[in-house]
């Protein structure tokens, strides 16, 4: 992850363009990740843990229809948990997670260790 953090840096500081997470399964680890390179301060603006489907809907905007139709463990809440977090923490772009990490939970349709990962805009 310390890679990842340094590319983000080297693509995001000094930008001007800002980054938040929208992290379920994760737990925070993405946003924690990011701020271990010094000067993150200069883009990141937060982070959401999501880890209910109510938090997803309600501070990250992600459609009960689509969580009741495909759950928490799809691309499209992954999608919409981006959209989601640019919107509520106003940055230009957002990290999202979801998943199932286990160790119990899993289905034959979605099995432990799932996970959706989502980078974006609002748009």
Do not use: H
Request: neutral net charge; proline residues 2%; hydrophobic residues 40%.
């Amino acid at each position: 992850m310390k890679r990842l953090s340094r590319k983000i840096f080297k693509l995001l500081n000094n930008s001007g363009k800002t980054l938040a997470t929208a992290e379920s399964c994760t737990a925070g680890g993405i946003a924690n990740a990011i701020v271990q390179t010094p000067g993150a301060s200069n883009y990141f603006k937060g982070g959401i843990v999501s880890y209910t489907n109510e938090v997803k809907m309600q501070l990250l905007g992600v459609e009960d229809k689509v969580l009741e139709e495909q759950t928490a463990v799809c691309e499209e809440v992954a999608r919409q948990m981006v959209v989601g977090a640019c919107r509520a923490l106003k940055s230009d772009y957002a990290i999202s997670a979801t998943g199932l990490a286990g160790p119990g939970g899993g289905s034959d349709a979605i099995p432990v260790g799932t996970i959706w990962l989502a980078c974006g805009s609002a748009d």
